[in-house]
């Protein structure tokens, strides 16, 4: 009876062990390891994420890990690869120029093209944090403003973006955008 016991306790406890390892496997936290690029999902059932990433695949080298804003930008602008993605920039933008700001150090200023100013509301609203979320990566960013031309949008509630005002997590399913 007893061997029976421990049988059915190994058995148990490979269950639970090999269950777990399932729900690692499969779970909804698909984040690489190292820089990452944000697009937005293309959802065909309006539901879920709005964002997701891939890894950053542009150059680095060993003393530079985490890419400048403009090799991050570059990425963001090309294009996803990854099936599922899709760039939220209308076609032809570019980015002019990038600098951190002089009176605040952690604050990176993005200038991009006009084109950029096609982009209003919830489209605006993906396309600056898959930049602010992308760039929050570099070491010392705290808080991106992105400039189109020579104007901020005036209809934005601040110009200073950050990435914790996102929330990456789906409170009802719990899930992280995958890559």
Excluded at 97 to 102: E, G, P, V, Y
Aim: aromatic share 8%; charged share 15%; with cysteine.
């Amino acid at each position: 009876m007893k061997k029976r016991i421990y049988f059915v306790s190994a058995c148990l406890a490979a269950l639970v062990v090999l269950v777990l390892v399932v729900l690692k496997l499969n779970g909804t936290d698909h984040t690489p390891e190292g820089p990452v690029v944000y697009f937005t999902v293309s959802n065909e059932v309006n539901c879920g994420p709005a964002l997701g990433c891939e890894p950053y695949r542009g150059p680095t080298t060993e003393y530079m890990t985490i890419p400048n804003p403009r090799l991050f930008m570059n990425e963001l602008l090309a294009g996803p690869y990854s099936e599922g993605l899709t760039s939220p920039f209308p076609k032809g933008v570019s980015l002019e120029s990038w600098r951190f700001d002089s009176n605040d150090p952690n604050n990176l200023q993005i200038r991009m093209s006009e084109q950029y100013n096609g982009l209003t509301d919830v489209s605006l609203t993906l396309a600056d944090y898959c930049i602010v979320l992308t760039m929050s990566q570099i070491p010392g960013v705290e808080t991106v403003e992105i400039v189109s031309g020579s104007y901020s949008a005036s209809y934005r509630s601040h110009q200073l973006l950050r990435a914790d005002e996102v929330e990456l997590v789906d409170p009802l399913t719990k899930t992280v955008p995958s890559s």
